[in-house]
């Protein structure tokens, strides 16, 4: 990290300026929106296994699934922002970024940064002198954000395409219609699809760059990166362990049910109820069974923060 709170790492300094202010518009836009519940504590603790002990059920926060940020298209309100993040909401923020949000390296590597690292005795102290509050507490600069993330994202500039001015509004949409529906009260339990607007190939302006996405799937949630939907993929095929996990076609026609369910517990060593298992299943299935598809698998690893 830097050697001064005010000065930033170089590797950030060195990031073009749209990578820069694509970390600090992710960390402002969780910082300014989070609330004293640590609600995703959950999410940091559940590596190892694929039944967090929440379950699958959706958080109460409204945040994106995931990928970059559409830029900002006005001016704050206000001339303040956060300078600090609680440790519980990194997982939400990498997401924003479209980095691993579960990584326990990565979320290690911001606990650190938390608890003011380890004092030359080897205990760890805050960033004020005080002691550690645990795994679960504590608050990450804005100044550790960029370092770290300066380093997961250097280098990808090169890798990036030029988003149309259309894909831009369709992600400003798509939020929208989400917080909406969320304010409305509509149950976790039940998901309705986004509906997709159709592109206007006469709008080829560029407005920013992003790495390129899979194309749409039917079924698939919007917005789902290469990333997400890679790692989502390998986690629906161990629940399949006779069928090869790079056969997506095969993949793709299975479906996630009480007995896979049972099974991926017993393997783990998790105690886990058929009414828990059931209302797992209740809350991301589109399906009258009540089974969960690969694309119903793929909305809840990216809901849960595992993807």
């Known amino acids: 990290m830097a050697s001064s709170d005010t000065e930033d790492d170089t590797t950030f300094l060195n990031l073009s300026a749209r990578l820069r202010s694509q970390i600090d518009r ?3 836009k969780v910082a300014s929106t989070t609330t004293t519940d640590d609600n995703d504590v959950a999410s940091m603790d559940a590596a190892g296994g694929f039944i967090p002990d929440s379950g699958f059920l959706l958080d109460d926060d409204d945040d994106d699934a995931g990928g970059f940020l559409p830029p900002s298209g006005h ?9 600090q993040m609680p440790l519980s909401r990194i997982p939400s923020a990498l997401q924003l970024l479209d980095l691993p949000p579960a990584d326990p390296e990565i979320l290690s590597v911001f606990r650190n940064a938390a608890s003011g690292w380890r004092s030359a005795r080897g205990e760890r102290v805050g960033r004020g002198g005080e002691e550690d509050e645990g795994e679960g507490g504590g608050l990450v600069s804005r100044k550790d954000w960029r370092s770290v993330c300066a380093v997961l994202l250097e280098g990808q500039d090169d890798d990036e395409q030029p988003l149309s001015a259309d894909q831009v509004q369709d992600d400003d949409e798509a939020e929208e219609q989400e917080e909406e529906m969320e304010s409305s009260g509509s ?6 699809d986004t509906p997709t607007k159709k592109r206007k190939p006469e709008r080829t302006r560029s407005t920013r760059t992003r790495r390129p996405s899979s194309p749409s799937e039917p079924g698939s949630p919007k917005g789902l990166t290469l ?3 890679r790692e989502a993929l390998l986690a629906f095929a161990l629940f399949f362990p006779d069928v090869d996990p790079g056969d997506t076609p095969m993949l793709s026609a299975k479906r996630l049910g009480v007995r896979e369910l049972a099974n991926a517990a017993r393997a783990l060593r998790e105690k886990i109820s058929a ?12 399906s009258p069974d009540k089974t969960i598809s690969l694309a119903d698998f793929e909305r809840m690893m990216v809901a849960t923060r595992m993807a």
């Open 75 to 83: 001016a704050s309100t206000s001339t303040l922002k956060p300078s």
């Open 275 to 286: 009414e828990q298992m059931v209302e797992m299943l209740e809350a991301f299935s589109t």
């Open 26 to 28: 992710a960390f402002d």
């Open 187 to 192: 149950s976790s339990s039940e998901y309705i």
């Open 227 to 229: 990333r997400q939907k």
